[in-house]
């Protein structure tokens, strides 16, 4: 209870500004391990710390009125009778009113640090990754940052042996003769028409480079940690040097960097999946051998409705290149005849969006059969939602409101089924996307593609659904 006490007082009795300023040299002191007897350099400041971690961090209109465009959206927005207001919060993902979300809406931003997002998801070890940061934050004490400071001391780079120059962050993690080795050496792990390293790289843009080299998804993958790990062990490297009197060698830097890599696919944090697209400079251990995924191959069948119930499979799709979406509704009765498909343009924002309009287009025509409806769609997500009591997301209120009132008035089940299952309805939100108005099929003039789609899903013929398994 006593440790709360000063948490209560806060909210009780606003602080001063230099209460507040005191508060902060104590976390500042704490984090960078000073103590009474013994003060350490505070690198970065405590301000700067507190930012997002893409700017370096750890961790509305004066118009009168609202706009006409916003006075129609409230207008069409339905009510839900019985029901008490909910309120949804645009700025946070989830569409919950947060603290977070509010003051880095109202904060003074900095521009963002290339590489500073990705190093806390890279997979590398915290200090590697605190040692990154402030490498990316212009804070680690090399010479030329030393005489910055207004301290005096010749300075001598350790990487170069034969012509030593000044040692500069560029010059001891880019320019320097260890460092255009070491970044020759993993750059051979890369092929393709990849962008090219150049001396004239900054430290930030070298991650960015590196970064682009496979587009792999997930930010494990060796085209993201690598970087890391090169500059990690070229400063180890230069700190044996310098502190045992002993002479730079990039072949050290070459082997700690091909060790850590290695062992990481042997404790199983580096799987194949992290290294895909790579040509390694090192044998792959046994170990990680045995980790490579396996292939499954799972069966999808439509299965059709019991009588008097309607199959509804529905889709959305969504393109964010052109910023187009559309859905697709197909409806059939116990027997897998269509009795109705159709396909639309959707204003939607996005995927989710787009699959829930689909949805209820489905049961806004599903009202005029008079049936009980099971509904079926390839997002989990939306499934989710609609069976669930939340309302997820600002931007999907709407279509969420029109959904609670469908729900109570109609007889309704909802199922997911995965998008090898439900072919035919993600080719008509494809069809829908590209199209200015709403079309409407029967069975009769269905196009040619999807007709066959329908006949082998009525004759249950099952699609596959290829899916890979990691081993443990």
Same mark, same amino acid.
């Given at each position: 209870?006593h ?6 007082i ?7 500004a ?5 508060l902060d040299?104590?976390l ?10 013994r003060?350490?350099t505070?690198?970065i ?5 507190c930012?997002p971690t893409n ?6 209109s004066?118009?009168?009125g609202?706009?006409?465009h916003?006075i129609d959206r409230i207008?069409?927005?339905p009510?839900?009778p ?7 919060w645009?700025?946070?993902? %989830?569409?919950?009113f #947060?603290?977070?979300?509010?003051w @880095?809406?109202i904060?003074?931003? =900095?521009?963002? &640090?290339?590489?500073?997002?990705d190093?806390?998801l890279a997979?590398v ?5 605190m ?8 804070r ?7 005489q910055?400071?207004k301290?005096?001391l010749a300075?001598?780079?350790q990487c ?8 500069s962050?560029?010059h001891?993690?880019?320019q320097g003769d260890?460092?255009i080795?070491v ?15 150049g001396?004239n ?6 991650i960015?480079v590196?970064?682009?080299r496979?587009?792999q998804?997930?930010r494990?993958h060796l085209?993201?940690a690598?970087p890391?790990?090169?500059?990690w062990?070229l ?6 040097s %310098?502190n045992?009197? #002993?002479?730079f060698?990039?072949? @050290?830097v070459?082997w700690?960097? =091909?060790?850590? &890599?290695?062992n990481n ?17 090192l044998?792959i251990?046994n170990?990680a051998?045995?980790q490579r995924p ?7 069948k439509?299965?059709?409705p ?5 199959k509804?499979?529905t889709?959305?799709?969504f393109?964010?290149e ?5 859905g697709?509704?197909?409806i059939r009765d116990?027997?897998?005849r ?6 639309l ?8 969006e787009a699959e829930?309009?689909a949805?209820?287009?489905g049961?806004?025509m599903?009202?005029?059969l ?6 079926e769609?390839d997002?989990?997500q ?8 939340h309302w997820?997301?600002?931007?999907i ?6 959904l609670a009132?469908?729900k109570?008035?109609l ?7 995965h998008?090898?299952?439900n ?7 494809k069809?829908?996307?590209?199209m200015?108005?709403s079309?409407i099929?029967v069975?009769?003039d269905?196009p040619?593609e999807l007709s066959?789609i329908?006949r082998?899903?009525?004759m249950?013929i099952p699609?596959a659904?290829?899916q890979?398994?990691e081993?443990?």
């Open positions: 209870m440790e709360a006490v000063p948490i209560h806060f909210q009780a009795i606003e602080p001063t230099g209460a507040l300023k005191l040299q104590q500042a002191r704490f984090f960078w391990g000073s103590t009474n007897e003060k350490r505070h690198w400041s405590w301000e700067q710390i930012l700017e370096g961090v750890l961790v509305l004066d118009q009168a609202l706009p006409q916003i207008c069409t927005f009510i839900l019985g029901e008490s207001d909910v309120p949804r645009t700025l946070s993902r %989830r569409g919950e #947060t603290l977070a979300s509010t @880095n809406t904060r003074s931003s =900095i521009p963002i &640090v290339q590489g500073l997002e190093l806390w997979g070890t915290a200090t590697i990754a040692f990154t940061w402030r490498l990316l934050s212009n680690i004490p090399v010479d030329s940052k030393l910055w400071r301290i005096e300075s001598k780079c170069c042996p034969r012509r030593p120059d000044t040692e962050l560029q001891l993690f880019i260890g460092a080795r970044w020759r050496e993993f750059d051979g792990w890369f092929e393709g028409n990849s962008h090219p390293i001396l790289d900054t430290i930030p843009s070298r960015e590196w970064a682009t496979l587009q998804p997930g494990k085209s993201i690598l890391y790990l090169i500059f062990f400063w180890a490297e230069r700190n044996r %310098r045992h009197g #002993t002479q060698k990039a072949s @050290n070459i700690q960097v =091909i060790t850590f &890599v290695r696919m042997i404790n199983g944090k580096l799987r194949p999946k992290h290294w895909r697209g790579v040509r390694l400079g044998i251990p170990e051998e045995a396996m292939r499954l191959t799972m069966m999808n439509w299965e059709p019991d009588q008097p119930w309607l509804h499979n889709d959305g799709s393109f964010e052109t910023g187009k979406a559309g697709g509704v197909l116990y027997t897998g269509v009795l109705k498909a159709f396909a343009p959707l204003d939607a924002h996005s995927p989710l829930l309009l949805m209820h287009h049961l806004v599903a009202a005029e008079a049936m009980p409806i099971w509904l769609t997002a989990e939306a499934v989710a939602l609609v069976r669930g009591n997820g997301p600002a931007h209120r709407q279509a969420m409101a029109f009132l469908q109570r008035r007889t309704l089940r909802i199922s997911f089924i998008r090898e299952g072919k035919a309805a993600d080719l008509l939100a069809t829908g996307a590209e200015s108005h079309r099929f069975e009769q269905l040619r066959d329908i082998q899903e009525q249950g699609n659904r290829a890979t398994e081993r443990n």
